[in-house]
């Protein structure tokens, strides 16, 4: 990927859709590109980092720019959602509350063999985002995550009965309550 600005802006349009704008002044671009970094060191660096972005964006084929009639529309093509939602993925993470509820999140999943690629990089993702192990398919974490894993859910394409989320008030191993507390300083 071209740089930090291309990120994004593949970002931003995955959240918005599609940018439609009146562009009948020739300030155009730099107001569409103040408006997406909402930068306040905005300079002519910013502005030409940016306008590069933006014409690799629509060379490579993640964007597409449209004239509507006295309007220009960018939108993302398929490829630039996919590529969106692999950044978003690559920055999940799962904030420490200032007080823990004192509720643990169990991940339980089921996983096809036929689907094994999916299921590792589940997998993978539950590690990075420092959930704790207690079977292969069987996850701990003390904070919330619904809306991590709800995510991870819908990227992946699985669906409720092969991912499901416990909420749990206690655990019998008591080892493995105080590795956790000490792993999450809690």
């Known amino acids: 990927m071209k740089s930090i600005n291309s990120h994004k802006i593949l970002v931003y349009l995955l959240f918005t859709g599609v940018i439609t704008v009146a562009c009948m002044s020739p300030y155009f671009l730099p107001r569409v590109i103040k408006y997406i970094l909402k930068s306040r060191r905005y300079n002519f660096s910013n502005y030409k980092q940016t306008t590069d972005a933006f014409t690799y964006l629509k060379k ?94 819908e990227f992946f394409g699985l669906n409720n009965k092969q991912i499901e989320i416990l909420l749990v008030k206690s655990i019998e191993n008591d080892i493995i309550v105080k590795k956790i507390k000490n792993v999450y300083k809690i």
């Not at 999140?105 to 999916?118: A, C, E, H, L």
């Open 60 to 153: 490579n084929g993640f964007i597409l720019v449209e004239r509507d009639g006295n309007d220009i529309k960018i939108s993302l093509t398929a490829e630039g959602k996919n590529k969106a939602r692999k950044y978003q993925i690559d920055n999940l993470k799962i904030l420490k509350p200032k007080v823990w509820d004192k509720l643990f999140r169990v991940v339980i999943f089921d996983i096809p063999d036929g689907q094994r690629i999916k299921r590792n990089a589940f997998r993978r993702k539950l590690k990075e985002l420092s959930f704790y192990s207690l079977q292969k398919s069987v996850w701990l974490h003390p904070f919330k995550c619904d809306k991590e894993i709800n995510f991870l859910r």
